[in-house]
């Protein structure tokens, strides 16, 4: 895979449309309606209320453009056959994991783009996600965490 090469789940690339709908629709209609306001208090070289309306503008085109960049460009990520008996961990897959103390989690694999800490979505080009492709239930696998110390996780179950 390259560096520049983007991977997103159907779900991330539905989310992203989903947003850019949004964006292109009903933030827009907003950011001009504020913008249309603005201007009509007058002198625009002391207006806040124009230049807050205008960074929002700005952040919305920029959004909306980088949106577009991904949609254009990522790869969605084809899930396995459903019937596997044992499917490997793959974008889009959620692994259930068990630590040395008997702790379990689980994670879900998604593209670098879709991931979020708090809902252990977590990117296929992380330490641990990294680790987990290509392994299934049963296997041991070891990562290295940023401070250097390394750790084992025993796969229980991955569900597609």
Excluded: C
Excluded at 28 to 47: H, K, W
Aim: proline content about 2%.
């Amino acid at each position: 895979m390259s560096n520049n090469e983007i991977i997103i789940t159907p779900e991330g690339r539905q989310k992203l449309v989903d947003e850019l709908a949004y964006l292109e629709g009903e933030k827009s209609a907003e950011v001009r309606e504020r913008l249309r306001v603005a201007r009509e208090f007058g002198d625009l070289s002391e207006n806040s209320e124009y230049d807050d309306a205008t960074a929002e503008r700005d952040r919305v085109q920029s959004r909306m453009a980088e949106i577009r960049r991904i949609l254009t460009t990522a790869k969605v990520s084809e899930a396995q056959a459903a019937g596997s008996r044992s499917p490997k961990a793959s974008i889009g897959s959620s692994v259930e994991v068990e630590d040395e103390s008997g702790k379990a989690i689980t994670y879900t694999i998604v593209g670098t783009t879709e991931t979020n800490s708090l809902e252990h979505r977590i990117s296929n080009e992380s330490p641990l996600g990294a680790a987990l492709m290509g392994h299934k239930k049963g296997e041991t696998v070891e990562y290295t965490l940023p401070s250097g110390k390394v750790r084992s996780l025993t796969i229980r179950k991955v569900t597609l």
